[in-house]
């Protein structure tokens, strides 16, 4: 038991991070009203881009950790900018949010095995080598931290701070927050930088950190998954920080599971089990308090009513 809890507790770490960042940031921008269902094909990109980045940034400036930094932090700022131009036009196009939605994913499926495959081939042309993230024992209870400081910051950011209230609005009653003279496309602009700063960075750091390398279609599915845990926790930061724990041990004691006999099939499909029945959990349950309800304009088309 001893034996599994060292491997364990390090090795939970990435996966926690990765899906605990990915989740807040979906949070962040369906709290606008905006619908994320472009995450899972962003997602794949955001993992693809941090390779591509990392492979360059090692040929211009050697194999390092400001490299790899540096590509943690452009990718960050892609995915930013692709999300804020996704909520906008959410917003400006009438047009279904699950259309425009399902089109980014399948458009950032496609651009995520075009920028994996050319990394490698910048990989084949100059065999550098990248330098992965890695966390010791001594340093990653102060990663826990971290992510539990991170869904506390964000969670003030929402419910404390003037750009959040403003973001709650939009996602409450966009209509009435335009009557009011502001913009509603701006304000989903805004959560969709913030939201895609943190989506971004947890594709990365599942190339980087997590796996170590990239392969076709890394990343499928691990969006959506990311996705249950915003939903399962109510698309409410510190909720999401415990849940996400959950989660997380379903995906890493995959090859344990395995290696106990649980078929390969079963054991494959142990995390979006997990998924399934925590959406129904959430789904079922009451919800007492007001910050834990959908925002009221999740999902729907503003563009008729801006125009009325």
Do not use: C
């Not at 996704?86 to 499926?109: D, E, H, K, R, W």
């Amino acid at each position: 038991m001893i034996e599994l809890l060292d491997w364990l507790i390090p090795t939970l770490a990435s996966a926690y991070v990765v899906y605990t960042l990915t989740a807040i940031g979906s949070t962040v921008i369906e709290r606008s009203g905006i619908l994320n269902l472009a995450i899972d094909g962003l997602f794949v990109l955001s993992s693809s881009l941090a390779y591509a980045y990392a492979i360059y940034l090692s040929i211009l400036l050697q194999p390092g950790v400001l490299a790899t930094a540096l590509s943690l932090l452009l990718t960050a700022v892609t995915t930013a900018l692709l999300y804020s131009i996704y909520t906008a036009l959410n917003t400006v196009l009438p047009v279904s949010q699950g259309a425009v939605g399902l089109s980014f994913m399948f458009i950032g499926y496609g651009l995520g095995a075009v920028v994996g495959n050319l990394g490698r081939v910048l990989f084949s042309l100059f065999r550098v080598r990248i330098e992965y993230i890695s966390v010791t024992q001594n340093s990653v209870v102060f990663t826990y931290l971290l992510m539990v400081l991170a869904a506390v910051l964000v969670y003030l950011v929402l419910y404390k701070l003037k750009l959040g209230v403003l973001i709650r609005a939009v996602g409450e009653d966009p209509r009435l927050v335009s009557q009011i003279g502001i913009n509603v496309a701006y304000v989903r602009f805004l959560s969709g930088l913030l939201g895609g700063v943190l989506i971004g960075i947890g594709g990365a750091l599942f190339t980087l950190w997590r796996v170590g390398g990239w392969s076709q279609g890394q990343g499928l599915s691990h969006g959506w998954l990311a996705y249950a845990v915003s939903i399962a926790g109510w698309r409410y930061p510190p909720v999401i920080a415990l849940v996400s724990v959950f989660f997380s041990l379903a995906y890493v004691l995959l090859p344990y599971l395995q290696s106990v006999g649980l078929p390969i099939e079963i054991s494959i499909a142990t995390p979006y089990v997990v998924s399934i029945v925590a959406m129904v959990f959430v789904s079922i349950t009451h919800r007492r308090s007001v910050a834990l309800l959908d925002p009221k304009s999740l999902g729907k088309t503003f563009f008729r009513e801006e125009q009325a």
